[in-house]
C-alpha cells in the first residue's frame, strides 16, 4: 500500500498544531490551562484569518470551536465533578473507609484484594480522585498499626482506581471525551455499560496483578506522611464520679496526661463556666472542652478515666467525632507584621482567634507539627500556618491586616448531609444506566438537587470545577473538530495503515493502542484522547474493521497511565503519601501497562471478531 499524497494546507497547519499541543502539554513550566487555552485561540484566529472550505464545499468557521464550552461532553464532566465533590464535602465515602480499616485489622492479605475491588468498583461511577483521597489516610492508618509498609498498598489502590473507571463511559472524563467525540463524528452513541465486560476482565486480570505481584515488586520507602490526616476536633470530656480527675486539679490532669491536654474551658451545670486555671479543681459532672487530634483525645479519655463527647453523642466506632463548619486554611505571617518574631504560645493564639495551628511552615519545608514544639517557635515573615477552626473565624482574620489568608481554603466534612448526596448520586447513575436520561441532564439534576437538600453550596459547586478539565475538553473537542474536517485525521490514518501494510487488523489496532500508552505516560490521557479518537475511526474505516472497537482502543490506550507518576493525578498524589520515586512507578508500571494492553487487545478481538 503506497502512502497518501500530502493534504491541504489547512490540514498541515491543524497537524503541525497538534505536534505544539503535545510539546505544550509536556512543558511542566507551562500550566495546562494555557496550552489548551493557546490552542483554542490558535484555531479560532487561524481559520478566522484563513477561512477553509471542504472539497464538498461545506465551510468549517472559526466560531464552531466555541461549541465545546457548551457541548454535552463538558457539561457532563463538570456535572460529575461537582457531584464526586458531594460526596467528599458530605462525608459519605468515610464509612466505608472506617468499615475497611476494621476488616485490615483481622484479615490483611485479603483486605488487600476487597480494597482493590471495591475502589475499582467506586471508580466506574465516580471520580477516582476523592476515593484516592479518602483511602491515603486509612491505607496509612492500618499500615502502621501493623507495622508494615504503606509504600506496598498505596500504588496498587491508586492504579486499581484507574483500571475501574476504564469500565464504564462514566468513569473518567477521558471515556466521556471519547464517547462524545465518536458520537459528533457519526457513530452511534455508546452506552454507559457496553464495553464494561472486557473493561471488568481486563481490570480483573490488573487486579490480581496489583494484589500478588505489585507489593513484592515495590521497595519499603519512608512515608512522608505519617499522619495522613491532621485534623483536629473539638469535643467534651465528661468527668465522672470516682475518676481520676474527679476532684484534682487541673494541673494535676494535665501532668496524668503528659502535659498536652489543652482545656479551653470548664463547663459546670447549666450556662456556668469556671476559667481553666491550673489550680482550678475539678468536680464529677465538669465538662471540659479540649481540642487535639482523635488520638491524643481518646489518650485524654483513657488517662483521666473520663467520657468523651461530640456535642450530645458518646464518641466510638460507630459514631466517631465529627467536625461541621469546620474549615482549614493557609495564613501567612506578611513582611512587617507585628507577631513576627513572636511565638504562639506568647500570642495565645488559640484564644484570641478561636483556630488551631495544625502545622507550621517555613521557606515551603514543614518545620513543626501539633505538639509542644510549634508553641516555641518563634514566627518569622513568610511563614505559613495551616489552621482549623469555624468558617466564621477564618473570615474575619482575612480583616487582621498581621496575616494573609490564602486561597487554600478548604471545608471538613459535613456528615449530616451524606445520606442525601449518596442518594443523589445513586440515582444519578441509574437514571443514566437505564437510558432514562442521559449522563449530562441527570448529572446536571443531581447538581441541582445536591444545592437544594444543602449538601453544597453555590461556592462549593464553582469550587469543584477545575479549570484544567474544562479548558482541555474545550481545546480538545476543537482540535477534534479540525483533525476530521480538515482531513488531516485521515492522512495520519491512511500513513499509518501503510506503515504496517500486511498486518493483520487486530495487529494494527494493538500498535495504535501501544502508540497511545506510550503517549499517555508524558502527556494527559484528554490530550491523548483528543489526537486519537479522530484518527481511530478514520483508520477502522480503512481497514473495514467495527468503529466502536477502534474508538475503546482511544479509551484503553489513554488510560494506560501507570508507568510514570506524571501520567495521572491520582499517580502524584500517591507518590506523595507513599514516598515513591520515579523508578517504582516504572517497576510496576511498565508490566501493568504491558498486561494491560495484551489484555485489551485479546477481548478487543474476541467481542468484535476482528
Known sequence: MSF???????????????????????????????????????????????????????????????????????????????????????????????????????????????????????????????????????????????????????????????????????????????????????????????????????????????WLIAPRLLPRRTTPLSNASPRIFTAHLRIPEGSFADGRKLSEAVTKVGGELKVMRIERGDGMYVTPFPDARLRAGDRLLVTDRPSNLKHFEQALGATLYSGDTRVDEDHPLSASDQQISEIVVVDGSPIAGETLKTLRFIQRYQLVVLALHRAGKPIATIGKVMGDVALQPGDVLLVQGPAEQITALRQDARMLVLDATADLPDTRKSPAAVMITIAVILTAALGVAPISISALIGVLLLVITRCLKWHEVAGALSTTVILIVVASLGLGIALLRTGAADFIAQTFVATTFGAPPLVVLSGFMLLLAVLTSVVSNNATAMIGTPIAISMAQLLGQPPEAFVLAVIFGANLCYATPFAYKTNLLVMAAGGYTFGDFLRVGVPLVIIMWLSYTGLLGYFYGI
Open 4 to 210: 497518501p499524497p500530502l493534504p491541504d494546507p489547512h490540514a498541515i497547519a491543524v497537524m503541525l498544531l497538534t505536534l505544539v499541543a503535545l510539546a505544550l502539554f509536556m512543558r511542566e513550566k507551562i500550566p495546562l490551562e494555557t496550552s489548551s487555552m493557546i490552542v483554542i485561540v490558535a484555531l479560532v484566529l487561524g481559520f478566522e484569518v484563513f477561512p477553509y472550505v471542504s472539497p464538498q464545499g461545506k465551510a468549517l468557521r472559526a466560531v464552531e470551536f466555541f461549541h465545546g464550552f457548551g457541548h454535552e461532553a463538558l457539561i457532563a464532566v463538570s456535572a460529575l465533578m461537582v457531584l464526586g465533590h458531594g460526596l467528599v464535602r458530605t462525608g459519605a465515602l468515610e464509612p466505608l473507609g472506617g468499615a475497611l480499616a476494621r476488616f485490615w485489622r483481622v484479615q490483611p492479605t485479603f483486605s488487600l484484594l476487597l480494597t482493590l475491588i471495591l475502589v475499582a468498583l467506586l471508580s466506574a461511577f465516580i471520580n477516582n480522585t476523592p476515593i484516592v483521597v479518602l483511602m491515603i489516610p486509612v491505607l496509612i492508618s492500618v499500615s502502621t498499626r501493623s507495622k508494615s509498609s504503606p509504600s506496598a498498598v498505596l500504588m496498587p489502590m491508586g492504579m486499581a482506581t484507574v483500571l475501574g473507571g476504564t469500565a464504564t463511559t462514566i468513569g473518567t472524563s477521558t471515556n466521556l471525551l471519547v464517547v462524545s467525540l465518536a458520537a459528533d463524528m457519526g457513530l452511534r452513541r455508546i452506552g454507559m455499560f457496553d464495553f464494561v465486560v472486557p473493561g471488568a476482565i481486563a481490570a480483573g486480570i490488573g487486579i490480581l496483578f496489583l
